[in-house]
């Protein structure tokens, strides 16, 4: 198959270049699934729908039945000016791909193009899903999967782009990959007044002093050392004047972890925290607590296929010892309904100090990465089929 992938090189490097010149914002991929429309449409032999207004679905049916392998890629771009000096820069003041999706959705483009060159051998049927709002609670996954795309799905696989990891390389891991990213928002509602006489006054900025410091003390003493859970404070937000003690406080953040039983337990923690504290100083408080995505849990099997895949390509020296992370993805709801793998892709320059993390605007991918893409999800559907 690498034979093929050769075959399309100048149309993946087009098609993300396109695509970065062109960036839409989660829920608004208009242009972008038009796009990704027109190219499947083009290819031939592929049954194409829109399960949303800004998503599109090809499924390649073979010529003999066999199993039902899905493949996701995400479309959309970041609320972000771009600072990089590129010909095919975005186009878009203050929008960009800075998290390599334009790389994902090219990958699976070229994925689907040779594929349907080779229906009659096909056995069984390959779904490639190209998904909306991935960057966005509540994500377009969920959607995708309450308009069916994952309906009699065997397997499912997804790479994603990482810039500090060098091209060639590989990351593929069993078991938790990434954590669910839960937030929360809380205020701290005191009584204002005048600085200058702090007895008159229920001060919120020392309440929220105490709140902010006290809620690292339920990972730090609440929570067995050995389990990953992170709690981070992101925003304070009170007062407008030197001399005005603010009545509110708002304090928010995020909880992330890979344990069900910890997402039910921690928000229990922290209104106790925060209630007695409020109450100690005469306070009242508000606490909202929204669970975001999953956790993404890769699968044993699908993930060993994956792995003897990419030995079998590159050698296992391809294969980066990566760990888990507590960055989230709504490649979770997948998922939720079938077996499957959500593996990294180097995309780096061997100068590590050249290499932007994701979210920058100088984030940058290398483009010879994306054949290695193609290459590897080709190998594993072939190997998932048969398998």
Not at 43 to 59: D, N, Q, W, Y
């Amino acid at each position: 198959m690498s034979g093929a992938v050769v075959q399309v090189e100048d149309k993946l490097i087009s098609w993300r270049r396109y695509l970065h010149q062109n960036p839409e914002l989660s829920f608004e991929e208009i242009e972008t699934s038009n796009f990704v429309y027109s190219e499947l449409l083009s290819f031939g032999g592929l049954e194409i729908t829109r399960p949303t207004k800004t998503s599109v679905m090809a499924r390649l049916i073979g010529a003999q039945p066999g199993k039902v392998i899905a493949i996701r890629a995400d479309m959309d771009a970041l609320p972000i000016e771009e600072d990089n000096e590129l010909e095919f820069k975005s186009k878009k003041t203050g929008v960009m791909h800075a998290c390599g999706h334009d790389a994902h959705t090219a990958m699976l483009l070229g994925t689907a193009k040779i594929l349907a060159d080779m229906k009659e051998s096909i056995k069984g049927e390959v779904r490639f899903i190209f998904q909306h709002a991935e960057e966005l609670f509540p994500g377009g996954a969920q959607q995708m999967v309450d308009a069916g795309v994952m309906d009699n799905v065997d397997q499912i696989i997804c790479t994603h782009v990482r810039s500090n990891m060098v091209t060639g390389q590989l990351g593929v891991l069993a078991g938790p990959v990434l954590a669910s990213p839960d937030s929360f928002s809380i205020k701290v509602i005191g009584s204002g007044g005048h600085a200058a006489k702090p007895h008159q006054n229920i001060d919120s900025v020392i309440i929220a002093a105490q709140v902010v410091t006290n809620l690292q003390q339920i990972v730090s003493r609440y929570i067995d050392p050995i389990d990953d859970v992170v709690l981070s404070v992101t925003q304070i937000h009170g007062g407008t004047a030197d001399n005005v003690t603010p009545g509110v406080v708002e304090i928010s953040g995020t909880v992330r972890t890979f344990d069900q039983r910890l997402r039910e337990e921690i928000p229990l923690e922290m209104e106790r925290i925060v209630k007695g504290i409020t109450e100690a100083h005469r306070a009242a408080y508000e606490i909202e607590y929204r669970n975001g995505y999953r956790p993404v849990i890769n699968d044993e099997e699908v993930t060993e296929v994956v792995k003897n895949t990419v030995i079998d390509l590159y050698g296992a020296d391809a294969l980066d010892k990566i760990r888990r992370g507590m960055g989230g993805e709504d490649f979770s709801a997948y998922l939720q309904k079938a077996p499957g793998c959500f593996f990294y892709l180097g995309v780096g320059e061997e100068n590590m100090e050249k290499n932007y993390p994701h979210h920058h605007p100088k984030f940058n991918v290398n483009e010879e990465a994306l054949t290695i893409g193609v290459n590897v999800l080709l190998n594993v559907v072939q190997n998932l089929m048969t398998k």
